[in-house]
């Protein structure tokens, strides 16, 4: 399968090339998603993701498919203000 | 409200409503600067706060345990927000990747001038407020001590103000009670004391000045004993909120006896007269 180039949080990272975002977040994240990219396991997600600067929203998670170059960030809460 | 009746019994159902929300504590405990998740915790049960901050930063993997299900163990509601962003730009984006990720239209805006004061940027921090307004966020301000600025974004349609009493993390008190007096004075929203308080008593000037809230991070996180500093904060806060609705006596110049001078004796009264 041919891969592609991708920058997760800045850091580089090879994927298999048609690798959905949905199914990227949940490798990345441990937990299993289902179509409307909500927690298998009835859990809070507490995540986002963005692609390139532009937030995509969860519903579009699982339409989304990767491409060579993108850039994408995951983030969540964390201690601050 | 009437303050002549006011009860020990009001204060202590004294609620604090703000962006649709009711909440029973006027006391907002940042998670931000505790050296780990198990002294936050404390803190954020002996504050008893009801809402707490927390930024939006990348996604971690190695961190088993977050700040996350922290919150949400402890029945804490999460208030993101924009600290790290010196743009407009960026404090719009976090702020819809804050909405995504927590699920809430809840933001405190900070858009930052400089790393040296921590200041908001008045220009940058008006122009991402009327954008997240219009984007339907319940927009909490962190604003100067401008009671001008403050005045501009309640115009632009913030859910609350939120003046700073001194920089960030410098735990110098409030600077200026006279500009804070007066943001409160014209304030048709909540006014929340942000950033500044070092000690409980700055905390309660805050709410004795009017302040509807104060929110403090540092001054607890960074305490020798996190958990005592945070009791302290909530009963600060009570306090002075208390001493607001109760209406402090007025200054005077000159000394006004408490005694009556009646019924004294008469050899003595003389003396006085």
Redesign the interface.
């Known amino acids: 399968m041919k891969s592609i180039g991708i920058k997760f949080?800045?850091r580089e990272l090879n994927l298999d090339e048609g690798i959905t975002l949905r199914e990227f977040i949940s490798m990345?994240?441990?937990k299993d998603l289902d179509s409307n990219s909500a927690a298998v396991d009835g859990s809070?997600?507490?995540?986002?993701?963005?692609v390139n600067?532009a937030?995509i929203?969860?519903s579009a998670w699982n339409s989304y498919t990767l491409a060579e170059g993108h850039s994408i960030?995951?983030?969540?809460?964390?201690?601050?203000? | 409200m009437d303050t002549q009746n006011i009860t020990e019994l009001d204060i202590n159902s004294d609620p604090f409503q703000v962006a649709g929300r009711t909440l029973s504590s006027r006391l907002i405990l940042g998670t931000g600067g505790a050296s780990s998740l198990t002294t936050l915790e404390s803190a954020l049960q002996a504050s008893g706060t009801e809402l707490t901050t927390v930024a939006i930063r990348h996604f971690s993997a190695a961190g088993e345990s977050n700040v996350y299900d922290l919150l949400q163990r402890n029945n804490v509601i999460a208030l993101p927000n924009t600290a790290g962003c010196f743009t407009a730009r960026d404090a719009i984006l976090t702020a819809h990747l804050a909405r995504e990720a927590l699920e809430t239209n809840w933001i405190k805006l900070e858009v930052i001038a400089d790393e040296h004061t921590l200041l908001p940027d008045p220009l940058e921090l008006h122009a991402a407020t009327e954008q997240l307004v219009a984007d339907g966020f319940q927009v909490f301000a962190y604003t100067n001590d401008d009671p001008a600025l403050a005045q501009r974004l309640q115009d632009a349609g913030v859910a609350a103000i939120m003046p700073a009493g001194a920089p960030i993390g410098s735990g110098l008190g409030i600077l200026n009670p006279h500009n804070i007096s007066t943001i409160v004075s014209r304030a048709q929203v909540p006014v929340i004391l942000d950033a500044g308080v070092g000690t409980a008593s700055d905390a309660a000037l805050a709410m004795e000045l009017g302040c509807d809230a104060v929110l403090l991070a540092s001054a607890v996180t960074r305490a020798h004993n996190a958990p005592l500093m945070a009791m302290a904060m909530k009963d600060a806060v009570r306090a002075g909120r208390a001493a607001r609705l109760a209406g402090r006596i007025p200054r005077r110049d000159t000394a006004l006896a408490s005694s009556p001078t009646e019924g004294m004796m008469q050899t003595l009264v003389g003396d006085f007269s």
Do not use: F
């Open positions: 949080n800045s990345q994240i441990g809070k997600l507490g995540i986002a993701a963005a600067g937030v929203p969860r960030e995951l983030v969540t809460a964390a201690q601050g203000g």
